[in-house]
């Protein structure tokens, strides 16, 4: 009477072992996916912010505004820190989108 249920244990464990290990790889997979996905999004906004600066150097150019330094930079010192570039506009996408929502909130309440 034990053999059954000896086996019913060891292909229980079995089980839960196996399960295991797919779910370690599903996950590992999902992050590797996910760190992929973030390292082409950064290259993406890089390679956009660098052709946002250079049409509004070239623009800057056509109108007759010559200047050493880069239109966006805002000064003449040191090149611009993109990164931190991009945490400002998020800062002010996160200050416009709750702007936003208070006009709706508002909005909705009147009517």
């Known amino acids: 009477m034990s053999n059954p249920l000896v086996q019913a244990f060891f292909v229980g464990r079995a089980v839960a ?3 295991s290990e797919k779910l370690e790889f599903a996950v590992t997979d999902a992050l ?3 760190g992929k996905w973030d390292a082409e ?3 993406q906004m890089r390679e956009f912010t660098e052709e946002v600066i250079e049409r509004a150097n070239r623009a800057s150019e056509a109108a007759g505004a ?3 330094s880069s239109v966006y930079s805002g ?3 040191g090149p611009v820190d993109t990164q931190a570039t991009i945490d400002d506009l998020r800062a002010e996408i996160a200050t416009l989108r709750t702007e936003l929502h208070r006009y709706r909130n508002q909005s909705n309440a009147n009517q």
Do not use: G, I, K, Y
């Open 75 to 77: 000064t003449s010192s």
């Open 32 to 34: 590797s996916e996910l």
């Open 17 to 19: 072992e196996v399960l």
């Open 41 to 43: 999004l950064r290259e």
């Open 66 to 68: 010559t200047s050493t």
